[in-house]
């Protein structure tokens, strides 16, 4: 999220099939996906993850049983290589010259069993990317919102009061602990901090993670990103870009007709 509020990109990979995860994780994660259409997904080309990689000198290679491994062998790669250059090479011979390995679990698990709905909101997720968008900016008192990661409609919000404060306070993804100290001086009650995160974790805009809350929205404080379509700013959103003289990075692409839910 830091990233997209400079423009800055960002490369990485989701991997999967490591020691000690479990199905829940995955279940949590599929959930958790739709959000982050606006985000920028894993650098995989066909948009599926990776299955996680054992690697020669690795922890897991030097000791395969600690991480719950078994039958680890040479990568097939290897092996079809080794036995074109060498065909009456020995077993141990292959082993020692490959680099990659395949492997099974002691648990007899199959990642794949359990991956399924990752790997399709993924997909999605890859779709949707770059034409999702969950940006805002605040003009006076209030915090413009504006949500098009749902394909079926554009979401223009406006907050105010408890839900603005909140939202800036979790771009820094604080601890429930530190809300609720720091609510206090502000003005607001335990409570009405918790029926307020519930109100904005319904809306998607802020979700518990590692038991932290974190803000999902990219603000425009310090970043308009080219694609976003001129058509979809408004008022709030208008003003704050033309007072930072960036009106001029919005993209004068044309958004798509879109149900609008105020």
Partial sequence: ISAARHGVGVGWNLLYGFPGESADDYDSMEKLIPLLYHLEPPGVQ?????WVRLDRFSPMFQAPSRFG???VRPHPIFESLWRHLS?????????NASYYFDYDYSDNRRPQDYVGGVMDQLKKWHNAYPGAFLVGAKSGEKL??????????VRRLQFCGIEEWLLSACKSAPSLRRIRDESGAAGYTVEDVEDALA??????????????????IVRLDEFIPPTLPAALFWSGLEVVARNRGARKQVGSRQASPAAVRE
């Fill in 144 to 153: 413009w919102v504006l949500d098009t990661r749902d394909r079926e409609g």
């Fill in 69 to 71: 491994l078994t039958n």
């Fill in 87 to 95: 065909p009456t090479a020995r077993a141990e011979d292959l082993f």
């Fill in 46 to 50: 066909d948009g599926s993850g990776g």
């Fill in 199 to 216: 109100k904005l974790s319904d809306l998607g805009l802020v979700v518990p993670l590692d038991n932290r809350f974190v803000c999902l």
